[in-house]
């Protein structure tokens, strides 16, 4: 058994289905994922929630593999609310998504032990290898920034992985402290700076874990995460799994092509039945 957890809006639906896609392929594990989402539309029209016909689609996407797998939805509206309303972090180039994995220690729908995973991610290994590594001892699993540990700090993390082991986040308060960090402290990357500073019993995992660069012989997951190119000038490049034409001509990746057909077949799908929906 895999728990795993997703915290997203619907916005993301293509990253959703290509990272499950991905997931199911390479294990034989029942996977139970969570997808914790909320409705901000009062705040701004496009963080609409996941709806459960979307969620119907990605538990059909791991039935298919094992039956026993599920995908359960969890509504954070109000306990988002609550916590990061007024937080002076609530207006950065991410999304308030990004703090909902914050509050996953006040979640009882959870298990104790989950691998939350950025939706921008592809699997080309059994996923149950990170699930399995022994956190008993330690908050979190997380491997470091790519970037973060040239220019912050060699241990500077990356929370686009995080293995959690909440039963003692919940005793160490370590979640709280990252909160109460988001809620007062300006921070060009709040989320997992937050974490970084809070977090005080970090296991840190192999990059096959969390790569970020390249895929490697033994890369699990590959997770799209921003990248800089340094020629011909200074950018910042961000290309998700589900831009296909720039995973193609610029990154030069055609490693999951099963995966993007079967994606594009889903997509398809779902264009159909909306449409039939529509006419009725």
């Not at 139970?32 to 989402?37: F, G, L, S």
């Not at 509050?103 to 950025?118: N, R, T, W």
Request: a neutral charge; one cysteine or more; aromatic letters at 10%.
């Amino acid at each position: 058994m895999c728990n795993l957890m997703f915290c997203v809006n619907n916005k993301v639906m293509d990253g959703l289905i290509i990272s499950l896609l991905s997931i199911a392929k390479h294990t034989d594990e029942v996977l139970n994922v969570y997808v914790v989402t909320m409705d901000l539309t009062d705040i701004n029209e496009n963080y609409a929630p996941i709806s459960e016909e979307q969620i119907e689609v990605l538990d059909k996407i791991v039935k298919a593999k094992n039956p026993e797998s599920k995908v359960e939805l969890i509504d954070a509206t109000k306990l988002y609310i609550d916590n990061f309303l007024n937080a002076v972090n609530k207006h950065t180039h991410y999304t308030p998504y990004i703090f909902l994995r914050l509050l996953s220690d006040k979640m009882k729908e959870l298990p104790e032990k989950i691998l939350y995973l950025d939706c921008d991610i592809v699997c080309y290994k059994d996923i149950k290898e990170i699930f399995d590594i022994d956190i008993e001892n330690y908050e979190i699993g997380v491997a470091t920034d790519y970037i973060g540990r040239r220019v912050i700090s060699k241990k500077y993390i990356n929370s686009g992985v995080l293995l959690l082991n909440l039963k003692k986040i919940k005793e160490t308060g370590s979640f709280e402290k990252a909160r109460n960090i988001v809620k007062k402290v300006p921070m060009l990357m709040p989320d997992q700076t937050a974490l970084y500073r809070a977090c005080k019993e970090k296991l840190l995992l192999q990059d096959k874990c969390n790569e970020q660069k390249e895929r490697k012989d033994d890369t699990i997951i590959r997770h799209f995460s921003m990248q800089v190119r340094l020629f011909p000038y200074f950018k910042f490049v961000k290309i998700k799994p589900w831009n296909i034409d720039r995973v193609h001509n610029e990154y030069k990746i055609f490693d999951y092509e099963d995966i993007l057909e079967e994606y594009l077949k889903i997509k398809d799908e779902m264009k159909n039945t909306k449409k039939e929906k529509i006419h009725k």
